[in-house]
């Protein structure tokens, strides 16, 4: 039986409650890939590691015999996506690696390796970029010979200003951070300058009143509607409790006014659960606080509540919803902040 027979939905008739039952169980992506712009679990072929080690089984359960132990930052090739075990509930997905066994997806990256061709004329205020490679180091020189300041990783998005060449006369762009006044320098190859194309409104003609987002913290599901027809749906991870606090996304009704493409999210002790991570991709905020949905690189795991009050999203999920959602972001623009926006309730 099929994934669709089993669920009893039909990609014609999908109401709020098929969509909560499908994101759920994990299938949705696998049955619907990007037909209505959501992520898929299988769009790259490779993943990386994100936990210090995960295990690999032979069949997609926790239950399953260990087979080998993977490493953070490895990078496997995946051949395929399943539903695996009734645990954990919240997220089913695993991925067969070659054919030596499975791992689950929620401490897996999944990536790709692309490398680019070189753009020499860079416009000094700002080109946007995402990393288009399991993971690059950044460093504070135009060589491998600089220390390395952080390691970014795929789909994250910078701000590239320049192009160095280091010695060998290999090419490499210079990074502004948009949180200090301080510069990386990153290979060229790994970062994919990002077209306006591809950062034009998604449903524009719309009135801004057709538009609205639910955020189901119990079903950790965010759904998007085109007046009351549901457009897309992801699963999220929103805001949990900390040995420090409880950091629950605050029920309400917001908007999102502010939006960033990019953004070096950074707080606290860091051996305290706080957290310093550049390059957050698409960035949507709905508080004063700084409580936003944005794009995810440090987990897969979506499902359960796990972030300091923002509402974790797939870095392609976030992108669709930046795009989808009011204020629109010009491509040269760093961030808009706007007295409007679209609604969002959350739940």
Known sequence: MDLA????????????????????TGAFSLLFGKSIGLQTYINEDQCRVIDPSIKLFDTPSFNGEIVKTYWKDMVLPITEATI??????????????????????????PVRTQLNSVVDDIDPNGVLAEVSVPYTDAHWGAATNFPVAYRFYYETTHWVTGLAHDREGEPWYRLRDDKWDIRYYVPASHLRLISPNELLPISPNLPPSAKRIEVHTNDQAVIAYEWDRPVFVAKTATGAKFSNG??????????????????????GNLAYNGYDLPGVPWVIYITESGISFHGTYWHNNYGRPRSHGCINLSPKSAKWLFRWTIPEVPPDEQSVYEKFGTHVEVI
């Open 84 to 109: 695996g075990d009734i645990e954990p509930e919240h997220n089913r997905v695993w991925y067969r690696i070659r054919k030596e066994g499975y791992i689950h997806s929620g401490s897996v990256q």
């Open 5 to 24: 027979s089993q669920l009893d939905i039909t990609q014609s008739q999908l109401s709020r409650r098929s969509f909560l039952k499908l994101t759920a």
């Open 246 to 267: 409880n950091f629950a996304t605050p029920k309400g009704n917001y908007i999102t006014n502010h939006k960033r493409p990019s953004r070096h999210m950074a707080a």
